[in-house]
């Protein structure tokens, strides 16, 4: 593929343009050449983009059934499959998929359905916190929304403290109370009964 697109000449730079009003200048993101091919592994016309990044070095192609497609919009296109990351990194940070105990397909079901609706609903604050009053502000990581949370919690906590005397005195009872324990005893197994195998009755 490298010394294919290397006699490509014409070279595409994608990126943002500049911003006049933050005085952000233009910035290139990729270099890329594209080409419309017929590989031997897949059957069709494919386009296929070799995309450069000027300053990490790194090479990604990117291929696509849709052949009346620039360079631009395959790069957009893919660039917008990163939410699919983010939801699984939200999973496991801060729903601790992974720590889930899984044993049947109904779990699994259950699972994913769980960290879909706690996904959808923090998805819903940012959009909430985004377009409260009259201008829409920035919308923010799911990790600020949980931490913003977090904060107006801490504030409560130490609210109630300033204002509720008797409240560390009951929070300490209360945390005092579960922190012993009992073990259980160990109970000795005897014979109950001895019988032929056929005979043997089930129990659960």
Known sequence: MPEYFDNIKFVTACGFDADHQSGKKE?????????????????????????????KQTT????????TWESTKIITTYSNRWVIEEFFRNAKQLTDMEGATIRSEQGVTTALCLVSWIDSLLHFENYKQGSAGKLSKESLTIPSIVRRAQYENLKAVLGRIQDDEGFIPKWLAIEEKNIDRKRKKNSEVITLEQCPKENMKLSA
Request: overall charge positive; aromatic content about 6%; cysteine-free.
């Open 27 to 55: 910035k290139v993101l990729y270099h890329a050449k594209i080409s419309t091919v017929r590989l031997n592994s897949i059957s069709g016309n494919h386009r296929v983009i070799e995309s450069k990044d000027p300053v």
């Open 60 to 67: 990604k192609y990117l291929l696509t059934n849709e052949l």
